[in-house]
């Protein structure tokens, strides 16, 4: 065999090779391939090892069937009230049927968004600015379920539509700080008037609670000291009785009265009279000593 016939079964081999090499597809998890034969759709191929005919079958687009996830730019809306701002959108989608998504509609992620930009300008074109604020999950329902229906013929499942930023005019955003700032004012204001009455309830509840200890304080006073003179009156009115009972017992004679009453005479010149009137009869004074002597025991009794 001539070098020529060598070299030309080589490259006969080779080629052999490389056909029967292509004729074999090996499809990786979580894809499909979507396959045509002369031109038309053949086949979905799952995971796995495949044979194609080599010429006659072609993968046409390899699909990815996990779940997505799809960041759209900022799209400017109007609401009711003829406020206009702009709202970005985060869309997850998952291919369902890759032989819709190829053949269903042409660049299918160029048609969802024109699909939520056009949903969420209808949506909001409904609600007012402040409604539009606070509805977020109202708007994000209401656009998943829209959208789900209307790429079902294309092979897509919209799982979940999220509106990541809304972004009002720059004049509506100073408006709307100075409003939180003015109810954050508000509330402050609110707050300290409240604790400002709180402190003065506590105030006047301590102020009344101190008085009435005070009072009460007081009233203790006088009457420990209204028992104690009576005490002292009472020990004052038995020390009297027992000093007469000691002379009635002791059997004072006239002498003795007389002499008591000399003292008495002293006691009284001592003091701070200026008169002094003497009785010209001293029998007369030992009367009136025996007569205070007998009020005192009947006193006592």
Known sequence: ????????????????????????????????????????????????????????????????IKEQVVDFPPQPVITKDNVTMQIDTVVFYQVTDPKLFTYGVHNPLRAIENLTATTLRNIIGELELDESLTSRDLINSRMRIILDEATDPWGIKIHRVEVKNIIPPKDIREAMEKQMRAERERRQSILIAEGEKRAAILNAEGDKESAILRAE?????????AEGRAKAIIEVQDATAKGIQMIKKAGADEAFLRLEAYKAMVQVANGQSTTLIVPSDLQGITGLTATIAETMKATKK
């Open 1 to 64: 065999m001539t070098t020529f016939g060598i070299i030309l079964l080589i490259v006969l081999a080779i080629v052999a090779l490389a056909v029967v090499g292509a004729a074999f597809t090996i499809v990786q998890q979580a894809n499909r391939y979507v396959v045509e034969r002369l031109g038309a759709y053949h086949q979905t191929l799952s995971v796995g090892l495949h044979f194609i005919i080599p010429f006659i079958d072609r993968i046409t687009k390899k699909v990815s």
């Open 217 to 225: 304080a007081e009233k203790e006073v006088r009457i420990k000291e």
